[in-house]
Nanobody, 115 residues
């Protein structure tokens, strides 16, 4: 079993920055994939970025160049640095880990970007 705890609820103006954190605990395999997803009102949940335990990353086109995903494997913690935020980035952001064959989700954290 794996637990994910997110932090970094934020309200920011367009052009501003926020950093989200996700701490994982429990039985975590050395090889895993962690990621951030988001869901805006009335829309489906979408991938924002993910990062392998090796450090390889992948980003959605909509956030490339603005968001940076990183992780500290010694702390089993993942981060999402969000810069140049836009109103369309407003969503609930979910932390996710693919651990072996099982996927776990965090509780979600609201990010609101005002224009």
């Amino acid at each position: 079993q794996v637990q994910l705890v997110e932090s970094g609820v934020g309200l920011v103006q367009a052009g501003g920055s926020l950093r989200l954190s996700c701490a994982a605990s429990g039985s975590i395999f050395s090889f895993n994939v962690m990621g951030w997803y988001r869901q805006a009102p009335g829309k489906e949940r979408e991938l924002v970025a993910h990062i392998f335990s090796s450090g390889i990353t992948n980003y959605a086109d909509s956030v490339k160049g603005r968001f940076t995903i990183s992780r500290d494997n010694t702390k089993n913690t993942m981060y999402l640095q969000m810069n140049s935020l836009k109103p369309e980035d407003t969503a609930v952001y979910y932390c996710n880990i693919l651990n072996g064959v099982r996927r776990y989700w965090g509780q979600g954290t609201q990010v609101t970007v005002s224009s």
